[in-house]
């Protein structure tokens, strides 16, 4: 996969587009992300990758610069998520080209997401004040981050993955939500560090949430993409732990104006948008 990401704009020094271009989206094969995970082609979650713009600015017809924020909703099932430079720089040609209206560049940008993601997207765009008006987040489930670590985070050999996850010794069933603020991991190209509140919904024999917690520390030296994170959650903890049913999602701090927020279930759930108080 790293040969084929060297190809992607992320990483390089890149001239900036001020003029629409839907050449600059660069499609990356989620079959590829998703190696290891033992994900075939029928997918065993449902759910959405939740994009949100905040560098969105255009001319309107008389050449008066617009700005917006815009929401894209790209589904878990395309056969192609969006690299996140391409996308930025993609934004950024919009900056010095007229749009007869807001709807109008709405359509481009829906057109061309959906023909670069390969499946129908969905984009909302807001004005700020209609922005500022959106709730923050706030879970009704229980944070983890009070809770010890088994094992400390820099230790030199930390044990990561699926072997932390454990059922609670009590052996009931439950239903309840769990998060945590101190998600890190790895962007698979440059190195640098993605951070993240991750969340997790499930009904079934009850988490160790201690182990859940230690699981979750455990991406910190992880590389992988946004999405490749939460799936991975998804698919360790459904596959060691069983649950009847099972959601998470990833609220990831913004970087290039842009943040990504994905989410997968198993079954169908469609979650709001709220950003989380470090968005």
Not at 35 to 64: H, M, Q, R, V
Not at 183 to 198: E, N, Y
Not at 220 to 234: D, K, N
Request: charge should be negative; include cysteine; proline fraction near 5%.
């Amino acid at each position: 996969m790293s040969d084929y990401l060297k190809e992607t704009a992320l990483g390089k020094t890149t001239a900036y587009v001020d003029q629409y271009d839907p050449a600059q989206l660069f499609p990356i094969e989620r079959a590829l992300s998703r190696e290891g995970l033992k994900i075939g082609e029928t997918l065993p979650f449902e759910g959405e990758d939740i994009w949100n713009a905040y560098e969105l600015s255009w001319l309107d017809a008389n050449g008066k610069p617009q700005v917006a924020m815009a929401e894209v909703r790209i589904p878990a099932a395309s056969p192609y998520l969006v690299e996140s430079k391409s996308f930025k720089l993609y934004l950024n040609s919009f900056a010095n080209t007229r749009f007869p209206s807001w709807v109008a560049v709405a359509e481009h940008i829906t057109a061309d997401i959906t023909a670069t993601a390969g499946a129908q997207s969905q984009v909302v765009l807001r004005t700020l004040a209609e922005a500022a008006q959106m709730p923050l987040w706030h879970s009704q489930g229980q944070c983890l981050d009070g809770l010890d670590l088994l094992e400390p985070a820099d230790v030199e050999a930390p044990i990561t993955g699926a072997q932390w996850l454990k059922h609670a010794a009590s052996g009931e069933q439950v239903e309840e939500v769990w998060f945590s603020h101190l998600v890190r991991s790895l962007c698979p190209v440059t190195g640098q560090p993605d951070w993240a509140t991750v969340e997790i919904g499930y009904q079934g024999a009850a988490i160790c949430p201690q182990h859940l917690l230690q699981y979750l520390v455990s991406f910190r030296q992880a590389s992988g993409f946004h999405e490749r994170v939460v799936e991975q959650t998804y698919q360790d903890i459904m596959q060691q732990l069983n649950p009847n049913t099972l959601w998470v999602r990833a609220r990831y701090t913004r970087r290039g104006g842009l943040d990504i927020n994905p989410y997968r279930s198993s079954h169908a759930l469609v979650l709001g948008n709220e950003r989380e108080v470090r968005q």
